[in-house]
């Protein structure tokens, strides 16, 4: 990784969201039922409802939570990486890998029960996620402006780059073959092609070509 980590260590979910997570992402959210959440949480079902009125409302939290820290990370991490468009788009890309492999439990369950979330909750959770989105489609729509990335589709391009990073989600584990490290350089270069970057050599030559070319 070649910037610094702007996620938090763990996720502000609480003992009860943390617990009724666990269960989601076995049982999923449907076949998860309070009673259930409150022996995970080491709790009465009264202790529950105490702090929450409804399982909706504890899904309802996990998604807040999930968006909140995942927004914040990626415009951090942005700022964070300085003025080359380059930079920017990289630093963004580790940023997502980083959140969908070291949160991959609450990632998962928050995408994947999309469809579970009732009325106002659910279009404020796809706001959150079109917000999420409208950065990464920036940096690509920069991107092309700035002759770094070639493609003439910015926005499905960008809205692939999600589909890459929620993807880990499903399928990275810890200490299972791959490291962090390796798998953020494996997922910026992969989004980089996607987007079509043009060769950096290539960018120098032009730049210099086009130096010369002002001066004569």
């Known amino acids: 990784m070649r910037f610094p980590r702007v996620l938090p260590d763990e996720l502000p979910l609480g ?5 009724a997570l666990r269960c989601f992402a076995i049982n999923g959210y449907h076949g998860t039922t309070i009673r259930q959440i409150a022996a995970e949480a080491g709790l009465s079902v009264a202790g529950v409802y105490h702090h929450f009125g409804s399982k909706q409302a504890i899904l309802v939290s996990l998604c807040e939570v999930a968006m909140q820290e995942l927004i914040r990370a990626s415009e ?8 080359d468009i380059l930079d920017r788009f990289d630093a963004l890309v ?6 969908h492999a070291d949160f991959s439990a609450v990632a998962f369950v928050t995408f994947s029960e999309i469809r ?11 706001a ?9 489609t ?6 092309v402006g700035a002759g ?22 499903q399928w990275y584990r810890p200490h299972q073959g791959i490291g ?3 798998l953020t350089e494996i997922h910026v270069d992969i989004c980089r092609s996607t987007a079509g970057i043009v060769d950096v050599s290539r960018r120098h030559e032009t730049a210099a070509s086009e130096g010369d070319t002002a001066l004569i």
Do not use: K, M, Y
Request: net charge negative; charged share 25%.
């Open 94 to 99: 580790e940023c997502l890998v980083e959140f």
């Open 128 to 136: 959150s996620r079109r917000r999420e989105q409208e950065i990464i």
């Open 148 to 169: 770094v990335f070639t493609t003439d589709q910015p926005r499905h391009v960008a809205r692939a780059i999600s589909s890459i990073c929620i993807g880990i989600s």
């Open 138 to 143: 920036g940096l690509v729509e920069e991107g």
């Open 116 to 126: 579970s979330l009732e009325g106002a909750a659910q279009e404020n959770h796809l």
């Open 180 to 182: 962090l490290d390796r």
């Open 15 to 19: 003992p009860i969201a943390g617990a």
């Open 76 to 83: 951090e991490a942005v700022a964070a990486a300085g003025a």
